[in-house]
């Protein structure tokens, strides 16, 4: 099918990608059984393994995973001796946070301001709609075979999938993957997510007295659990905003594109007058660790009494870039913790979770197919860009795959707000992307035919 029909055809297709995008809005598929019940991820798989079918996909169904979710897998055979590509995706969702801070139902998309709203229009709903857009455009046409693999616990990060992977690795094997939970650097600009840091994720808890006690009475001597936290995770930065953890180094540099500040500033939600941290912006994102204080159990203001406290604790996440082991950085996040506690007070450090940095290449057959299709579609060059967050899942296809390109895209430029309220997706990029994906489709058969 020619460049111009595929267009056509996907633009077209586009009142059909915001029913199926407004379908799977719909279902409230966040993997917490106490927050959600199981049956909202159950129909969100219904769904899925109903509409591939529809696409001609075969042995489509869920797979358990150990940590109790399920993974959609399926095939789309291709003519004899075609390479294959996988396609994945995640079908679970972020919890809403706040409801009251969403300016329309967060489980029904709304159309507003040329962008449509809803948990998941973006990550990862917006990614499936890609690529349902792509197969519906394509039809018949389809010179490779497909594989599909939905995961359904990727933003629980209890690593179900990750577990999965290698012991179902001929039911997934693939030359080239295509991983759509990353996104372009801004509308209208096609990237290639290169780099993924990783992280590790540690409770810290900090024990100074058997109970609360008066604060008239006894404070000023008696140790204070709270303040021996907050001294701990003072110790996490310097006073510009730079990570410190001792034993992780921090002086990596980005060699691929530039982050604008004032972009940052937007995309961020900084507020006007408030420094950005460290240096250069992609440097602090992409190539460096961070560590950040995702929560603190402590009394809340409206409530709090005169007492000081006996025990505090707090969930502690570091970010760490390629290169950087999870293994070794997670023991030295615990080293550096229990060694800067003051006072002697007691301190336990629960390890959590873990996850491997990425790095992909820029060399081989579907690389340069992708860059022609980004090109093609967009008008314009692609650009590389990092990704300050983790999927694990990657490092395991790397090395599940090893001979497989591993290639991160998809429609989550920074505007999506994905994983705070009021969540959107451009439909534009899903039209833009979805015609990426169908190009990248129709020619990657003849580039790798032509590479041998």
Same mark, same amino acid.
């Given at each position: 099918m020619s460049e111009e029909k595929l267009r056509s055809t996907i633009h077209d297709l586009m009142p059909q990608a915001q029913r199926d995008l407004a379908s799977m809005v719909a279902f409230r598929s966040v993997h917490d059984a106490e927050q959600f019940p199981p049956e909202e991820c159950q129909g969100m798989i219904d769904f899925l393994v109903d509409t591939f079918r529809d696409l001609g996909f075969q042995d489509v169904r869920g797979y358990e995973t150990p940590d109790g979710s399920q993974a959609v897998c399926g095939h789309r055979p291709g003519p004899p001796g075609a390479p294959t590509v996988l396609l994945y995706f995640h079908h679970d969702v972020q919890p809403p946070l706040d409801d009251a801070a969403w300016d329309s139902p967060v489980w029904e998309l709304t159309e507003r301001n040329g962008r449509w709203f809803g948990r998941g229009a973006a990550d990862c709903k917006? /990614? %499936?709609?890609?690529?349902?857009? &792509?197969?519906?455009?394509?039809?018949?046409?389809? =010179? !490779?075979? !497909?594989? %599909? @693999?939905? $995961?359904?616990? #990727? $933003?629980?990060?209890?690593?179900?999938? $990750?577990? +999965? @992977?290698? #012991? /179902?690795?001929?039911?997934?094997? &693939?030359? &080239? *993957?295509? @991983?759509?939970?990353?996104? /372009? +650097?801004? !509308?209208?600009v096609p990237s290639l997510t290169t780099s993924l840091r990783g992280m590790t994720k540690v409770v810290l808890t900090v024990r100074a007295l058997t109970s609360p006690m008066h604060s008239g009475m006894f404070g000023g001597a008696a140790p204070d659990a709270l303040a021996a936290l907050i001294a701990i995770l003072a110790t996490l930065r310097d006073e510009r905003g730079n990570t410190t953890v001792t034993g992780v180094d921090a002086s990596q540099r980005w060699d691929g594109a530039r982050y604008d500040a004032e972009r940052f500033r937007a995309d961020a939600n900084v507020i006007d007058g408030v420094d950005l941290l460290g240096d250069a912006v992609a440097d602090m994102v992409w190539a460096r660790p961070t560590a950040t204080v995702l929560g603190i159990d402590c009394p809340d203001v409206v409530g709090s009494?005169?007492?000081?406290?006996?025990?505090?604790?707090?969930? %502690? #996440?570091?970010? *760490?870039? =390629?290169?950087?082991? =999870?293994? #070794?950085?997670q023991e030295a996040l615990i080293a550096h913790l229990t060694a800067a506690a003051p006072w002697n007070v007691e301190v336990e450090i629960e390890p959590e979770a873990e996850g491997a940095p990425f790095q992909s290449t820029l060399a081989g057959p579907g690389f340069e197919t992708m860059r022609a299709a980004m090109h093609d579609a967009y008008g314009r060059e692609l650009i590389t860009q990092g990704q300050g967050g983790s999927i694990p899942l990657c490092a395991v296809f790397a090395e599940t795959f090893p001979d497989a390109e591993i290639m991160l895209m998809g429609v989550e430029e920074p505007l999506c707000l994905i994983h705070a309220p009021n969540e959107s997706v451009d439909p534009t990029e899903i039209e833009n992307m979805a015609l990426v994906e169908a190009l990248f489709l129709e020619r990657y058969a003849a580039a790798v035919a032509g590479d041998a």
């Amino acid at each position: 099918m020619s460049e111009e029909k595929l267009r056509s055809t996907i633009h077209d297709l586009m009142p059909q990608a915001q029913r199926d995008l407004a379908s799977m809005v719909a279902f409230r598929s966040v993997h917490d059984a106490e927050q959600f019940p199981p049956e909202e991820c159950q129909g969100m798989i219904d769904f899925l393994v109903d509409t591939f079918r529809d696409l001609g996909f075969q042995d489509v169904r869920g797979y358990e995973t150990p940590d109790g979710s399920q993974a959609v897998c399926g095939h789309r055979p291709g003519p004899p001796g075609a390479p294959t590509v996988l396609l994945y995706f995640h079908h679970d969702v972020q919890p809403p946070l706040d409801d009251a801070a969403w300016d329309s139902p967060v489980w029904e998309l709304t159309e507003r301001n040329g962008r449509w709203f809803g948990r998941g229009a973006a990550d990862c709903k917006g /990614n %499936i709609a890609m690529h349902l857009t &792509a197969l519906r455009a394509l039809g018949d046409d389809l =010179p !490779v075979t !497909v594989k %599909i @693999v939905g $995961e359904g616990s #990727e $933003e629980q990060g209890t690593g179900g999938l $990750e577990a +999965f @992977v290698p #012991e /179902n690795a001929d039911l997934l094997r &693939a030359d &080239a *993957i295509l @991983v759509c939970d990353t996104g /372009n +650097f801004a !509308v209208g600009v096609p990237s290639l997510t290169t780099s993924l840091r990783g992280m590790t994720k540690v409770v810290l808890t900090v024990r100074a007295l058997t109970s609360p006690m008066h604060s008239g009475m006894f404070g000023g001597a008696a140790p204070d659990a709270l303040a021996a936290l907050i001294a701990i995770l003072a110790t996490l930065r310097d006073e510009r905003g730079n990570t410190t953890v001792t034993g992780v180094d921090a002086s990596q540099r980005w060699d691929g594109a530039r982050y604008d500040a004032e972009r940052f500033r937007a995309d961020a939600n900084v507020i006007d007058g408030v420094d950005l941290l460290g240096d250069a912006v992609a440097d602090m994102v992409w190539a460096r660790p961070t560590a950040t204080v995702l929560g603190i159990d402590c009394p809340d203001v409206v409530g709090s009494s005169a007492a000081i406290q006996g025990s505090a604790r707090a969930r %502690i #996440e570091l970010r *760490i870039p =390629p290169g950087t082991d =999870p293994a #070794e950085a997670q023991e030295a996040l615990i080293a550096h913790l229990t060694a800067a506690a003051p006072w002697n007070v007691e301190v336990e450090i629960e390890p959590e979770a873990e996850g491997a940095p990425f790095q992909s290449t820029l060399a081989g057959p579907g690389f340069e197919t992708m860059r022609a299709a980004m090109h093609d579609a967009y008008g314009r060059e692609l650009i590389t860009q990092g990704q300050g967050g983790s999927i694990p899942l990657c490092a395991v296809f790397a090395e599940t795959f090893p001979d497989a390109e591993i290639m991160l895209m998809g429609v989550e430029e920074p505007l999506c707000l994905i994983h705070a309220p009021n969540e959107s997706v451009d439909p534009t990029e899903i039209e833009n992307m979805a015609l990426v994906e169908a190009l990248f489709l129709e020619r990657y058969a003849a580039a790798v035919a032509g590479d041998a």
